[in-house]
């Protein structure tokens, strides 16, 4: 398997590890405090270590990590394991982070994620969230013997190869392909129009080719749908349409759905097949699969961000790298150490979030087209955590008592 060339041998890695409960199906560690990233966060030395922990029974790993690392938590953890694994799954992009967390020296943050919701998200792209982290170089850390599990790694990293082509011309280089790669999970993430770095994605691929050369390498040698010159690190593909329908019949099913619904027309009701033949066919087939990228990653992202909010540590140690915007987004506030959780969510019920839902249509180069407001994109979604935060609030209170 393609992820096994990158496992880490690293006895750091495994150190911290060891903090945390064993029960893991796939541990890795990810992001710049890992692999060399251009640009600001090229500070490796000192760079955050992320780390992401596969576990088959939520609700026991969190029963066992809260006795270990209490702290760990936000005031979630008053409301116990069910709760939290309740959090973790219904909300955002199915994964639960503790962050700013300090282990032997460095500091760490780690999301938690069942490994039902993961393989889903890996073979159908859901939320595209720790998909996407896992069509980049990670370090594996830890790994067991699940078939299914190693499958849907492998089926995840030919699905991104197969959307890149579908967005690349008839001849790229290697550095154009694995940028188009590293770029599906940040198609429409809000994150980067309003704090991320907008060189992210080639900060982080100029650094890493050798890596993601290992990664990718045995794919595009047995691809029947591309000729890819090593040596020379240039590709070729069909371009044709009977060649993108091919492609586009093997991407994963949320894409294919949404693709479908960008595409049909009110009244209309066609199968998604039809729908595809009809892409296939398009000059803009590679704005069209990028638009559906955007649809998907979109909404996941600023879920997940939302929720951050709610199950971050109880020490507040907030960083604005965490959270920074300037100009019209003013709900969008600069976080420090200073803010309390109590004031972010004040904020949070009184912003645009809290009603406001960002539709977009049409199609654009970036998967980004005309822009409306609807209500309730994230109001039952914030009301809900809302309803959580100020219940434990009660529960600690009744218990200082």
């Not at 702290?71 to 709760?83: A, D, E, M, Q, T």
């Not at 759905?257 to 892409?279: A, F, S, W, Y």
């Not at 879920?303 to 915007?325: D, L, V, Y």
Request: net charge neutral; proline share 5%; glycine share 6%.
């Amino acid at each position: 398997m393609a992820l096994q060339a990158l496992q880490s041998s690293g006895v750091a890695f495994r150190k911290i590890l060891s903090h945390f409960p064993e029960e893991l199906s796939l541990a890795f560690a990810y992001g710049s405090g890992v692999y060399r990233q251009a640009g600001p966060s090229s500070d490796q030395k000192n760079a955050m270590l992320d780390f992401v922990f596969t576990v088959d029974d939520p609700v026991a790993w969190h029963s066992k990590n809260l006795k270990r690392n209490w702290n760990h938590y936000s005031f979630l953890k008053v409301l116990g394991p069910r709760i939290i694994t309740a959090v973790q799954n219904n909300y955002g992009a199915g994964v639960y982070y503790n962050t700013l967390i300090t282990c032997d020296g460095r500091l760490i943050k780690y999301g938690v994620i069942s490994t039902s919701v993961l393989i889903e998200d890996l073979l159908n792209w859901n939320n595209l969230y720790i998909a996407g982290r896992l069509q980049k170089p990670v370090k594996i850390v830890a790994m067991n013997e699940d078939v299914a599990l190693r499958s849907a790694l492998d089926q995840n990293l030919k699905s991104a190869v197969t959307a890149a082509f579908l967005m690349l011309p008839e001849s790229f280089s290697e550095e154009d392909l694995f940028t188009e790669i590293a770029g599906l999970s940040y198609s429409g993430d809000f994150r980067m129009v309003v704090g991320e770095d907008k060189a992210k994605v080639l900060n982080i691929v100029k650094p890493n080719m050798a890596h993601f050369r290992e990664l990718y390498g045995s794919i595009l040698q047995e691809s029947p749908q591309v000729v890819y010159k090593a040596q020379q690190g240039s590709l070729e593909i069909d371009k044709s349409p009977e060649g993108q329908f091919t492609q586009l019949m093997t991407l994963p099913k949320t894409l294919q759905q949404q693709i479908n619904h960008i595409m049909d027309p009110p009244g209309k009701n066609r199968d998604v097949e039809e729908t595809l033949l009809q892409v296939a066919h398009d000059p803009d087939c590679g704005d069209v699969v990028r638009l559906g990228l955007a649809a998907i990653v979109r909404p996941s992202s600023m879920r997940q961000s939302t929720k951050g909010i709610f199950t971050a540590g109880s020490n507040q140690e907030w960083r604005p790298h965490w959270m920074s915007c300037q100009g019209p987004h003013r709900w969008y506030t600069l976080m420090t150490k200073n803010v309390s959780q109590e004031s972010i969510l004040s904020a949070l019920l009184l912003s645009p979030l809290a009603s406001c839902n960002v539709v977009t249509s049409g199609v654009s180069p970036h998967g980004f087209g005309a822009a409306r407001c609807e209500p309730g994109l994230f109001s039952s979604e914030i009301n809900s955590l809302a309803s959580l935060f100020l219940f434990s609030r009660a529960r600690t209170c009744q218990s200082c008592k």
